[in-house]
T-cell receptor, first 112, second 114 residues
Framework: IAGITQAPTSQILAAGRRMTLRCTQD?????MYWYRQDLGLGLRLIHY???????GKGEVPDGYSVSRANTDDFPLTLASAVPSQTSVYFC???????????FGQGTRLTVV | AQSVTQLDSQVPVFEEAPVELRCNYS??????LFWYVQYPNQGLQLLLK??????LVKGINGFEAEFNKSQTSFHLRKPSVHISDTAEYFC????????????FGSGTRLQVQP
């Protein structure tokens, strides 16, 4: 089934550790996004990529980095995790940057 | 910059009653508007979208929304809700130019009671 795959589904991480959240899509969408979801705040954009080889910062980029080496993959890295990065992380993609986004199932990350 | 306000954090309603979930946005340019639904422990699923044309937009599961440019609103409605409609609903806007990523509201929890 075509779509977006995120891994892991959930993770408990010690503060200070490095972590990469994986995101792969098989729809050949040009644009990809990372959001974090926190209670009462909705979804906030961390980083985005309008096409392979380019990335940009969203609303809350501090402490996170991304890369887009090819069309399908868009990993999100936490270089040194802190408890405030405890959240549910969603990867999304869209055909172009002006069409609707399709979402993965999310990664629940707890930093302790 | 654009922003989205969902005025109600929770909306309790009885089964088969009508419901309206409110969404207001602010933007200095024209925007595209979306409603997404999130069932427990799942990702977001598109309910409906407004890009241009008719201001009344019909979506999946019997939902519809009306774009009101003068009031900068995009309220979601359903004439008769079911227990299965219990979920979190998010309004989102997208700028057709510039960065163009979705900007989300804080969400409205719809709780349908028997």
């Amino acid at each position: 089934i075509a779509g977006i795959t995120q891994a892991p589904t959930s993770q408990i991480l010690a503060a200070g550790r490095r972590m990469t959240l994986r995101c792969t899509q098989d729809m050949r969408h040009n644009a990809m996004y990372w959001y974090r979801q926190d209670l009462g705040l909705g979804l906030r954009l961390i980083h985005y990529s309008n096409t392979a080889g380019t990335t940009g910062k969203g609303e809350v980029p501090d402490g996170y980095s991304v890369s887009r080496a090819n069309t399908d993959d868009f990993p999100l890295t936490l270089a040194s995790a802190v408890p405030s990065q405890t959240s549910v992380y969603f990867c999304a993609s869209s055909v172009r940057e002006d069409t609707e986004a399709f979402f993965g199932q999310g990664t629940r990350l707890t930093v302790v | 910059a654009q922003s989205v306000t969902q005025l109600d954090s929770q909306v309790p309603v009885f089964e088969e009653a009508p419901v309206e979930l409110r969404c207001n946005y602010s933007s200095s340019v024209s925007v595209y508007l979306f409603w997404y639904v999130q069932y427990p422990n799942q990702g977001l699923q598109l309910l409906l979208k407004y890009l241009s044309g008719s201001t009344l937009v019909k979506g999946i599961n019997g939902f519809e929304a009306e774009f009101n440019k003068s009031q900068t609103s995009f309220h979601l409605r359903k004439p008769s809700v079911h227990i299965s409609d219990t979920a979190e609903y998010f309004c989102a806007v997208r700028n057709p130019t510039g960065r163009r990523a979705l900007t989300f509201g804080s969400g409205t929890r719809l709780q349908v009671q028997p």
